[in-house]
């Protein structure tokens, strides 16, 4: 029998949410079900427009004028909330719901003191007075590992940085105590170190509160951290739902399987194993296919799928799944018939050259700051790029990691000549390319492009397809005009996108289409080398794994050289040869790919590689958190740039109060393998390794 | 080859008739700019078909009948020279209609050139633009007007340039507002990589996708401007007598508004209806147009 303390938090039942439109209801989110029990975090994972927003909104009654639930219920700790009224709902929610937005900035507001805002909560809604609420608020804070709760209080939220934000957030959400926090991409916005920093707090507060937290998020790393159980969903629908081990390491539905197939993991690389997109787009909720929602991307698919809607069913105990065949899915894994670890590229590599492309010595970039004075006044610059050296093999990709703010962008757009440098050499090819684009010749011009990260503005939106393709090879007269539409239709083909593409516009196109036709346009006048500034990181996993594969097919057919920025960790360990980890305008350390994954590691990669979420609830991270926020490049730190949130400066001896003096000397491990520390490389050397992930599955081929 | 060639033209003549089809379907999508379509076609018929609308000659005078009220010959009565007051009503769309979209035009070219410059380039260039078009605009614009004419003396020519003086720091500003925003977009930083000319960077990929709101706020101007040339009409600046304007006819009339009140209000009712016409269209246009962005 169960007692009434087992009844849980939220208990959701076949609902159902449609939105109207002119065009009739559209069924955004069909027959999901799912419990959330005291103190557990139930995960929601799952591609954007998928319908994880719209189950949240659903629960708290923010569908907007155009939605409604149309089936199911809703019980919030024993009551039902559909089909109440606005006044029913805040006397049964009470203010036991509370809710995490990704953009932190949405949730405050930018003209009111954070300590104003935090204790109106109080005020409202418990009827506090303004002195008590404002001693609560700063104990709040300090339970959220806010520094100096005190002084934030009496701030805007544009004085503090985007993880703070987030963590005001999560203590205003935790004010009342509630028994239900939904937090909808709470992390996304946010860089690494950050990111993990937030994750812990979020597991810390859980047992503390005894809260129940329904999690939602895109990324299978962040999912597999924070929680106890786990909803896929797709399009609309709850494909598998089970404990977090069960999801990961036996998944029963073909696009949970799909989905991990996407991911690149921490310990794959592109020689060892190779991305395994999902075919095919998400049906839009209009035009849902009459039998399995998944089947027409599914490998599994059989004939039954076409025709019948399998219903969701418990396969093991605890573990349901939206499959006819899941049973049969889990036993072809555990007998390894599935091959994984495939290696693309195995020996499909030409050996590098010794005469790198490109070549920096000591780049700087600054941006002058407006005085504040009037007249005169001291001149100050952000030294967005400080004193940056580097080397690029031909026919190799460099990758370029570090989080917002580490000049890394910078350091791309001075190379391509969009900013102006402000020291150093710069050499392509042998020629100096130390001035802005415009003054380049157009030959140098063609032979170095770029890719942009933003999907939506990549394009413009006024051109078809295949004029902006067709304009680099009218520029640089790559073929004669009486063939320009045919070049134009074969680099279509070579981004598996077919000629009928030619004459779309942009609107028409999905993101990861709209950057396969930018890498199209960045690639039809052979360059020697792209610069990809985040291409894929705006994309879903399945469709960035698409994007990186396709490619990892182009350079390997025209032998393009890459510089690659990213802020995930595993994507550029997938992707890159040479890896160069950047802080604060600095390298910290640069590299082979492998070599920066294994000790000796310089203290600030070891904790990025702490923090980077890994989609394998097996896998052991150590504990590494850096404290403090990155510091301003308008006045950045001196000697060593990490030395004010440096965890391993203890190991020097007095402290390291060397780092605070001097500049970090150039350390090698191998002649390749270069280090920025003071910290000798023989006590670098002892370090153990940051990730260990079971080898058994990924190697399993 | 030219079978295939010809099939790919077919189906991009195809594609561009479909876009400019929905393009003018968004027109019908709107109650509001519907009827105000409806009241400028109405207006623009008239124009056309001024000849066959009346058999008066405009600027025919009748002594005998002098500020009369509708009639069965004059079906909107006459003025105070016995001219019927229909057949100046219908011959002076024709001048209206004509100079204010030419106006409009006008400005919209100075202005979008302007605009461009001032945003694509920014810094001192678009410092001192910008401040000279502070300038013009820190003008009354009916001082504006007045003074214009008076320097250069009233014709169909002189209007269209004091329109148009007037008119472009306002479409210019808009036009480097919204260059502003889009020369922050990709696909600029990606036109720059390719090493292209700025005019082509501003002529060619920012305007396009700034003629939505431009082509909206042109036709806004194109009602300011029906207003503009009925003022400049109404204070004798306007088109030189005999010449039918709806300005003109309205200011003179005036002195007779006891003895024929009709003889001020039609060609008032006109000018108003016309400028209502194309304010509904404009509006309904915009909200139709932004509300699925």
């Known amino acids: 029998m169960r007692g009434p303390r087992e009844i849980p938090i939220l208990d959701v039942q076949g609902l159902a949410i449609s939105y109207e439109t002119r065009y009739g209801d559209v069924p955004a989110v069909r027959d999901v079900s799912f419990e959330i029990h005291r103190a557990e975090t139930f995960g929601i994972v799952g591609e954007s427009g998928c319908g994880k927003s719209t189950v949240a909104f659903g629960i708290v009654n923010f569908l907007g004028r155009n939605g409604k639930i149309v089936d199911g219920y809703i019980l919030f700790q024993g009551r039902d909330l559909v089909g109440r009224t606005e006044e029913e709902l805040r006397s049964l929610r009470g203010d036991r719901i509370a809710m995490v937005y990704q953009d932190p900035m949405q949730a405050l507001n930018p003209s009111m003191r954070l300590g104003d805002q935090m204790a109106e909560v109080l005020v409202v809604h418990r009827g506090m007075k303004k002195a008590d609420a404002e001693q609560k608020c700063i104990q709040m804070l300090e339970r959220v590992y806010m520094p100096d709760p005190a002084n934030v209080m009496r701030r805007y939220p544009h004085q503090i940085s985007g993880g703070q934000q987030q963590r005001v957030v999560i203590a205003m959400a935790l004010l009342n105590n509630p028994a239900l926090l939904i937090m909808d991409e709470p992390t996304t916005a946010l860089d690494v170190t950050v990111e993990a920093a937030v994750l812990d707090l979020i597991n810390e507060l859980q047992n503390e509160f005894d809260t129940a937290i329904m999690y939602i998020s895109h990324n299978l790393g962040v999912i597999a951290r924070v929680s106890d159980s786990i909803g896929v969903m797709y399009a609309g629908e709850i494909v598998e739902r089970a404990s977090v081990q069960d999801v990961f390491l036996k998944p029963a539905h073909p696009y949970t399987l799909g989905l991990m197939g996407c991911v690149p993991r921490l310990d794959t690389t592109k020689a060892t194993s190779y991305l395994r997109p999902i075919r095919g787009r998400v049906p839009s909720p209009k035009n849902l296919p009459s039998g399995c929602i998944f089947e027409p991307r599914c490998d599994y698919a059989r004939e039954i799928c076409r025709q019948v809607k399998p219903e969701i069913r418990e396969i093991q105990a605890g573990h349901w799944a939206r499959c006819f065949f899941a049973e049969e899915i889990i036993e072809q894994q555990g007998a390894g018939v599935r091959e994984r670890g495939e290696a693309l590229l195995a020996g499909a590599q030409p050996p590098a050259s010794e005469v790198p492309i490109l070549r920096i010595r000591n780049a700087r970039t600054y941006y002058p700051v407006p005085s504040r004075k009037l007249f005169g006044g001291e001149k100050l610059f952000v030294k967005a790029v400080d004193d940056v050296s580097l080397e690029v093999v031909p026919g190799r990709t460099l990758g370029i990691v570090g989080e917002s703010g580490c000049g890394k962008s910078t350091l791309v757009k001075t190379i391509i000549g969009l900013e102006k440098p402000t020291g150093g050499e710069f050499e392509f090819m042998g020629f100096d390319i130390s001035m802005p684009v415009s003054k380049r010749s157009l030959d140098l011009i063609r032979n170095l492009q770029m890719v942009f990260q933003n999907p939506d503005s990549t394009l413009n939106p006024s051109f078809s397809v295949g004029y902006q393709i067709a304009r680099p090879l009218k520029r640089f007269k790559v073929v004669p005009p009486n063939q320009v539409r045919a070049e134009v239709v074969r680099l279509l083909n070579l981004m598996k996108l077919g000629e009928n593409y030619y004459d779309r516009l942009p609107r028409q196109l999905s993101g990861g289409e709209k950057q396969r036709v930018a890498i199209a346009r960045a690639i039809a006048a052979h360059p020697d080398l792209v610069l990809c500034d985040e291409p894929v990181s705006a994309l879903d996993v399945s469709v960035q794994a698409a994007v990186l594969n396709l490619l990892l097919e182009i350079q390997q057919k025209l032998g393009t050289t890459l510089v690659f920025i990213a802020h995930d960790l595993s994507v550029v360990r997938f992707f890159c040869d040479n890896l160069a980890v950047m802080y604060l305008g600095q390298i910290a350390e640069i590299g082979p790919a492998e070599a920066i994954y294994l000790p000796p590691y310089h203290p600030y990669t070891e904790a990025l590689l702490s923090a980077v979420p890994i989609p394998d609830p097996r896998a052991e991270q150590k504990h590494i958190r850096l404290s403090g926020t990155v510091p301003s490049a308008l006045n950045p730190p001196s000697g060593c740039r990490f030395h004010t949130r440096c965890p391993r400066r203890a190991m020097l001896p007095d402290g390291g109060q060397i780092c605070a003096l001097e500049p970090p000397p150039e350390q090698f491990d191998t002649p390749e393998h270069r280090i920025f520390c003071h910290i000798p490389m023989e006590e670098l050397r002892k370090m153990e390794a940051v990730v260990t992930i079971e080898k058994e599955r990924s190697h399993a081929g | ?293």
């Not at chain 2, 379907?25 to 623009?44: N, Q, T």
């Open chain 2, 1 to 293: 080859m030219t079978v295939s060639e010809t099939a790919f033209s077919a189906e991009r003549g195809r594609s561009r008739f479909r876009q400019f089809w929905e393009g003018i379907s968004v027109v019908f999508r709107s109650r509001v700019a519907v009827i105000g379509l409806s009241i400028v076609l109405f207006w623009i018929l008239v124009a056309i078909f001024a000849p066959f609308i009346t058999k008066h000659d405009p600027l025919a005078q009748n002594a005998q009948a002098i500020n009369q009220g509708p009639s069965s010959t004059y079906w909107l009565g006459t003025d105070h020279l016995g001219r019927d007051i229909m057949a100046r009503l219908a011959y002076g769309s024709r001048t209206i209609l004509l100079l204010a979209p030419i106006s409009v035009l006008a400005s919209v070219i100075v202005g979008t050139v302007l605009g461009l410059v001032g945003g694509y380039f920014g810094g001192v260039v678009d410092e001192i633009v910008m401040r000279i078009l502070d300038a013009i605009m820190a003008f009354p614009t009916i001082l504006l007007y007045l003074i214009i004419i008076a320097a250069i003396g009233p014709s169909a020519v002189n209007v269209v340039i004091a329109i148009t003086f007037v008119g472009s720091p306002g479409i210019a500003r808009l036009v480097r507002s919204l260059t502003l925003d889009i020369r922050t977009r990709d696909y600029i930083r990606a036109a720059e990589t390719r090493g292209e000319h700025p005019l082509y960077i501003m002529f060619v990929e920012i305007l396009p996708n700034a003629r939505g709101p431009l082509i909206i706020d042109a036709l806004l101007r194109v009602g300011y401007a029906i207003f503009a040339i009925g003022t400049l009409g109404f204070l004798g600046l306007g088109l030189p007598p005999p010449t039918p304007d709806w300005g003109g006819m309205i200011s003179e009339a005036r002195k007779y508004i006891w003895t024929n009140p009709l003889g001020v209000l039609f060609p008032a009712l006109a000018i108003a209806s016309l400028v209502v016409g194309l304010n509904l269209f404009a509006d309904g246009l915009r909200e139709e147009t932004t509300r699925y962005q």
